[in-house]
């Protein structure tokens, strides 16, 4: 137990939600509880993680997630550990939620990209097909994360689009969707930001600057491709070359990366898999799967084209997010802090003490 790492997750706590500020103390290492002297209070170390209020082992509940992160089928989980189906939905959703909370505090920091590929692909759901849409950083492999839609529409592209935007600095950048003519058009009112004009009112939002668009356009029949058009959409070709060459060496534009990674999702999520009989009932049983594999292919598998003289190295250590491979318990035990504390508005005119309180706590966030 490091009590630097902890935080306090008390609503009341001025202090809620921070970490190394010195104010976290061990109260008691056989019950595994924290001390926060700015709230006075003591707290388990288990808020924040998969494991908050659960009575089963620990041991158990990272046993049946590794196994559904790797594409085990529920049924299977059951018939082996003897546990209830809901309890195993239950914990995937857990998962899920952790996971996709890990991918927000963790991998949607403002990054040098490179080049970006989106894919779409059919989910089935029981009574109907879903979408769900993905994309990807080339050059690390790393999961900027996904959406899901009952269209395949521009509502699809923007939510897309708003997870790129999160995870990409300002930099050049090459995104190179497949032929959905909405990705396009909702990268381009995406990427933006208002411009300063030293005029009064509000500044219009211009694009981004150094931000190239490519398309690779796919023609089937008979569900096979017969044809492949690329063509570069904004920018100069060269440059777009350029960017190319620096993520993925030598080739052409293609969406390999992420249809790669599509597979990826196929092999391990049973409602993704073609010509099968597992079909999610619900959506959120998909968008958390998709959430806990994404995270476990980001953070816990090593990539063998990311190799380097020390060994494999994972998409999110290729990326510089984390400097060592997570494991499955580490990436359910990680903290996810709750949102800061807000000061409360009294009436009249604030007591010094709050006065002191906001200086020491709120201070440095604005």
């Not at 109260?27 to 494991?51: D, I, K, N, W, Y």
């Not at 505090?105 to 990209?113: F, T, V």
């Not at 050049?172 to 990268?187: F, H, K, N, Q, W």
């Not at 058009?229 to 777009?240: I, L, Q, W």
Request: overall charge positive; charged content about 20%.
């Amino acid at each position: 137990m490091d009590p630097t790492t902890g935080f306090c997750p008390k609503k009341n706590c001025p202090a809620r939600g921070q970490s190394g500020q010195g104010h976290i103390g061990l109260h008691s290492q056989q019950e595994q509880r924290f001390l926060c002297h700015a709230g006075h209070t003591t707290f388990s170390a288990r808020p924040g993680t998969v494991f908050s209020r659960l009575r089963p082992s620990a041991e158990t509940v990272v046993l049946v997630v590794t196994w559904l992160a790797h594409g085990c089928p529920v049924p299977a989980l059951v018939a082996a550990l003897g546990v209830d189906e809901r309890t195993v939905a239950a914990w995937w959703a857990r998962s899920g939620r952790q996971g996709q909370a890990g991918q927000e505090a963790l991998g949607e920091r403002p990054r040098a990209l490179g080049q970006g590929q989106a894919d779409e692909s059919r989910v089935k759901k029981q009574g109907s097909l879903v979408w769900m849409a993905l994309a990807l950083m080339v050059q690390t492999r790393v999961w900027l994360g996904g959406e899901g839609s009952e269209q395949r529409d521009m509502t699809l592209s923007r939510r897309l689009s708003e997870r790129v935007r999160r995870g990409a600095a300002h930099r050049p950048l090459l995104c190179c969707p497949d032929g959905l003519v909405s990705s396009i058009r909702a990268l381009r009112e995406t990427l933006r930001a208002p411009g300063q004009t030293g005029q009064g009112g509000r500044p219009r939002r211009r694009p981004w600057r150094h931000v190239l668009m490519a398309q690779v356009v796919k023609r089937s029949e008979r569900r096979r491709v017969v044809e492949t058009a690329r063509r570069m959409v904004d920018g100069p070709p060269a440059r777009g070359e350029t960017l190319r060459r620096r993520s993925q060496g030598d080739g052409v534009l293609n969406t390999a990366y992420s249809e790669r990674l599509t597979a990826t999702f196929r092999a391990r999520l049973a409602p993704l898999a073609r010509r099968c009989r597992a079909l999610a009932r619900q959506t959120l049983t998909r968008r958390h799967g998709m959430s806990l594999i994404g995270t476990v292919s980001n953070f816990g598998t090593p990539h063998e084209r990311l190799g380097v003289a020390g060994g494999q190295q994972t998409p999110a250590m290729a990326a510089g997010i984390t400097d060592h491979c997570w494991s499955v318990r580490a990436l359910l035990s990680f903290h996810v802090p709750p949102p800061r504390w807000t000061p409360p508005t009294p009436r009249g005119r604030p007591a010094q003490a709050l006065k002191r309180l906001i200086a020491r706590w709120c201070g440095n966030h604005g």
